[in-house]
């Protein structure tokens, strides 16, 4: 049985690219009752996993049902960390779900169009001005790409705005962008920004944000109606409540066959579990994730063939991506460090590939090519969703719109 609090896998390295209105919502995500169609032994159930009574083997849900297990597998992967600081939490906009990535969508295109309408210049500066905390891949992504939106659509579908008059700043704490990445590829992408108008501040924390303003290191107030949250992520940890192991980031800590500390009848994947590799904990991305899900499912068919367990997991580093922009994105793959055309070439490639479902990946290629040959961003609607009671029953709040969940 397959529980989660959403009825669809999301593929969140296109996340960005909804928030900067160049793809759909449906076309990075795929119902899992569609993935599992053709396997028969898979039940899908929504609902949020709010606890585990780890010594009756019981798992607890939202709507008050429980759910026996004999081997659980926990992938609950991350969620906003804004470390403790409230005011960060309820000021700044995450970019961690697909109903953050709208949104933000639909935030940033009410700010424009209340900039086109401002009574002064110093106002219309406000709702011009965004503000990305964090220069890690998100941060950049959605920078380059947010430019690349701003350039695109004022001035030509905005005649009241001109795209010199918008101002996008990346803060990011460490000394350069893309701490995970070789040097060399981070002052790339701080270059590559710095060349489509993008303010890049390094060294430098966001301390205080208000629905005005943003407050920086050495107190520097900078006016703005925009905070992108993409500084912090930590496990989401559906057993909050017990006394195991957790790493220094809160991860939870398992063995060398990727069993919990203690419990050999549940597994934990992904950002939320603790892995050693590499020399060091395993990085919260994708590459690991799939292939600790993988190790684990072989581990499983084992198991209830009576056979011996497999070998320890290894992790396969098959290395990391991101992309600024168009012809623009740098890649650490085996070694080889690529930037620029090859690298954009590259993780288009990748990208696709890793895309669920052939509908996806052919309207993903048509809204790239589009965007590509047309410089245009066409799926600019602002939608508000009113709450709807039945949805509501079935997909309650997530935990991330808190800072202390
Ligand atoms: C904006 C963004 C961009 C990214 N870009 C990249 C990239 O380019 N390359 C890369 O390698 N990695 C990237 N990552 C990281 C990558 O998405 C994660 O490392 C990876 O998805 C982790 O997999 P996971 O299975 O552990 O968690 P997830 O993929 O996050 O899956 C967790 C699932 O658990 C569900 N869930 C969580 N809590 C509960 C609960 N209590 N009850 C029920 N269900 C629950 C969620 O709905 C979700 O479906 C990005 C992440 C983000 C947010």
């Given at each position: 049985m397959?529980?989660?609090?959403?009825?669809?896998?999301?593929?969140?390295?296109?996340?960005y690219?909804?928030?900067?209105?160049?793809?759909?919502?449906?076309?990075?995500?795929y119902?899992?009752?569609?993935?599992f169609?053709?396997?028969?032994?898979?039940?899908f159930?929504?609902?949020?996993?709010?606890?585990?009574?780890?010594?009756?083997?019981?798992v607890r849900?939202?709507d008050?049902?429980?759910?026996?297990y004999?081997?659980?597998v926990?992938?609950t992967?991350?969620?906003n960390?804004?470390?403790?600081?409230?005011?960060?939490?309820?000021h700044?906009?995450?970019?961690?779900?697909?109903?953050?990535a709208?949104?933000?969508?639909?935030h940033?295109?009410?700010?424009?169009?209340?900039?086109?309408?401002?009574?002064?210049?110093?106002?219309?500066r406000?709702?011009?001005?965004?503000?990305?905390?964090?220069?890690?891949?998100?941060?950049v992504?959605?920078a380059?790409?947010?430019?690349?939106?701003?350039?695109?659509?004022?001035?030509?579908?905005y005649?009241?705005?001109?795209p010199?008059?918008?101002?996008?700043v990346?803060?990011?704490g460490?000394?350069?962008?893309?701490g995970?990445f070789?040097?060399?590829?981070g002052a790339y992408?701080?270059?590559?920004?710095?060349d489509?108008g993008?303010?890049?501040?390094t060294?430098?924390?966001?301390?205080?944000a208000?629905?005005?303003a943003?407050?920086?290191s050495?107190?520097?107030e900078?006016?703005?109606?925009t905070?992108?949250?993409?500084?912090g992520?930590?496990?989401?940890?559906?057993?909050s409540h017990?006394?195991?192991?957790?790493?220094?980031?809160r991860?939870?800590?398992?063995?060398?066959?990727?069993?919990?500390?203690?419990?050999?009848?549940v597994?934990?994947?992904?950002d939320?579990?603790?892995?050693s590799?590499?020399?060091?904990?395993l990085?919260?991305?994708?590459?690991?994730?799939?292939q600790?899900?993988?190790?684990?499912?072989?581990?499983?068919?084992?198991?209830?063939?009576a056979?011996?367990?497999?070998?320890?997991?290894?992790?396969?580093d098959?290395g990391?991506?991101?992309?600024?922009?168009?012809?623009a994105?740098?890649?650490?793959?085996?070694?080889?460090?690529?930037?620029?055309?090859?690298?954009?070439?590259?993780?288009?490639?990748v990208h696709?590939?890793?895309?669920?479902?052939?509908?996806n990946r052919?309207?993903?290629?048509?809204?790239w090519?589009w965007?590509y040959?047309?410089?245009?961003?066409?799926?600019?609607?602002i939608l508000r969703?009113?709450?709807d009671r039945?949805?509501?029953?079935?997909?309650?709040?997530?935990r991330?719109?808190s800072?202390?969940g």
């Amino acid at each position: 049985m397959l529980l989660d609090r959403h009825n669809y896998h999301l593929f969140t390295p296109l996340l960005y690219q909804v928030a900067t209105s160049l793809l759909n919502p449906s076309d990075i995500a795929y119902p899992f009752r569609a993935v599992f169609r053709r396997s028969r032994n898979v039940r899908f159930r929504q609902a949020a996993v709010t606890g585990v009574d780890l010594k009756r083997r019981v798992v607890r849900t939202h709507d008050g049902g429980d759910v026996p297990y004999d081997t659980l597998v926990l992938a609950t992967g991350s969620e906003n960390d804004y470390f403790a600081n409230e005011e960060l939490a309820a000021h700044t906009l995450g970019m961690k779900t697909l109903s953050e990535a709208m949104r933000l969508r639909n935030h940033v295109l009410a700010c424009l169009e209340i900039a086109a309408r401002a009574a002064s210049d110093e106002e219309r500066r406000e709702w011009l001005t965004f503000v990305i905390a964090g220069g890690g891949p998100t941060g950049v992504e959605y920078a380059g790409a947010l430019a690349e939106l701003l350039r695109m659509v004022l001035g030509r579908d905005y005649p009241e705005l001109r795209p010199e008059q918008a101002r996008i700043v990346v803060v990011e704490g460490l000394d350069r962008l893309l701490g995970a990445f070789h040097q060399r590829l981070g002052a790339y992408a701080a270059r590559a920004l710095r060349d489509r108008g993008v303010e890049v501040r390094t060294s430098t924390l966001v301390e205080k944000a208000t629905d005005e303003a943003v407050v920086v290191s050495r107190g520097e107030e900078i006016r703005t109606r925009t905070v992108v949250w993409s500084a912090g992520v930590r496990p989401a940890d559906p057993l909050s409540h017990h006394e195991v192991r957790r790493s220094r980031r809160r991860r939870l800590e398992v063995d060398e066959r990727l069993r919990l500390t203690g419990h050999a009848d549940v597994f934990v994947i992904g950002d939320a579990a603790s892995v050693s590799g590499n020399g060091g904990e395993l990085p919260m991305l994708s590459p690991p994730a799939m292939q600790e899900g993988r190790y684990v499912a072989r581990a499983i068919v084992r198991r209830l063939g009576a056979d011996p367990d497999p070998k320890p997991f290894r992790y396969l580093d098959k290395g990391t991506m991101a992309t600024i922009g168009r012809r623009a994105a740098v890649a650490d793959v085996h070694g080889f460090k690529l930037a620029g055309t090859i690298g954009w070439l590259a993780w288009l490639l990748v990208h696709i590939y890793y895309l669920i479902g052939f509908r996806n990946r052919a309207v993903v290629l048509a809204s790239w090519g589009w965007d590509y040959l047309r410089r245009d961003r066409p799926i600019r609607l602002i939608l508000r969703s009113e709450a709807d009671r039945v949805a509501a029953s079935v997909e309650p709040e997530p935990r991330e719109d808190s800072a202390d969940g």
